[in-house]
């Protein structure tokens, strides 16, 4: 596939992946009281999907979006601008960050059972080449490494649509009782 027809099949997937969220009466914000009770991960990450639970705010602050979810396996896109800039004139770190943060942390919530959360013990990604808004899209695909009663591992790497690998990171998780 070249680079216009991965362009194009992406842009399908988060049309579709969007289509399906709005369908769902899916918007902004955070879910109701009581609204993840008796989910697994998997089921709360296929809520955000379906649109019958909220994306976080962020998802558009950051222009990325959740594209697929599975168990072990999570896909997330976004699409570079100028808005991510930093003064150097390419994508602020911050931003690489954020979409490996996001697919890596999703991946990890994607093997939780009912009644368990997570957060981040550590973050670690490698730029291995900036990004400009040149570059119309790129994606994070992040899968479990190990997930266990108290910690859970994933990686992911972020590739462009032009084939090129621009980072790639690992995450940590702490797992605990979902208050």
């Known amino acids: 596939m070249n680079d216009t027809d991965t362009i194009e099949s992406w842009n399908r997937?988060?049309?579709?992946?969007?289509?399906l969220m709005h369908a769902g009466g899916?918007?902004?914000?955070?879910?109701?009281?009581?609204?993840?009770?008796?989910?697994?991960?998997?089921?709360?990450?296929?809520?955000?999907?379906?649109g019958e639970l909220p994306y976080p705010y962020m998802a558009q602050?950051?222009?990325?979006?959740?594209?697929?979810?599975g168990p072990g396996h999570a896909i997330f896109q976004g699409t570079p601008q100028l808005k991510h800039y930093n003064p150097m004139g390419v994508v602020h770190g911050g931003w690489f960050?954020?979409?490996?943060?996001?697919?890596?942390?999703?991946?990890?919530?994607?093997?939780?059972?009912?009644?368990?959360?997570?957060?981040?013990?550590?973050l670690k990604i490698n730029i291995v080449r900036p990004l400009t808004d040149k570059t119309p899209l790129v994606r994070a695909e992040a899968t479990i490494v190990h997930?266990?009663?108290?910690?859970?591992?994933?990686?992911?790497?972020?590739?462009g649509s032009d084939g090129k690998l621009y980072a790639h990171g690992s995450t940590t998780c702490f797992l605990l009782d979902h208050a």
């Open 13 to 19: 997937q988060r049309e579709r992946a969007e289509a």
């Open 26 to 50: 899916g918007r902004p914000g955070l879910p109701a009281s009581g609204a993840l009770a008796g989910k697994t991960g998997l089921q709360i990450m296929q809520g955000l999907l379906s």
């Open 61 to 69: 602050t950051m222009d990325v979006a959740l594209i697929e979810i």
């Open 97 to 122: 960050a954020t979409l490996l943060d996001s697919a890596l942390g999703c991946v990890v919530q994607s093997m939780l059972p009912a009644g368990k959360a997570y957060t981040t013990a550590e």
């Open 147 to 159: 997930s266990g009663g108290r910690m859970a591992t994933a990686e992911g790497r972020l590739t």
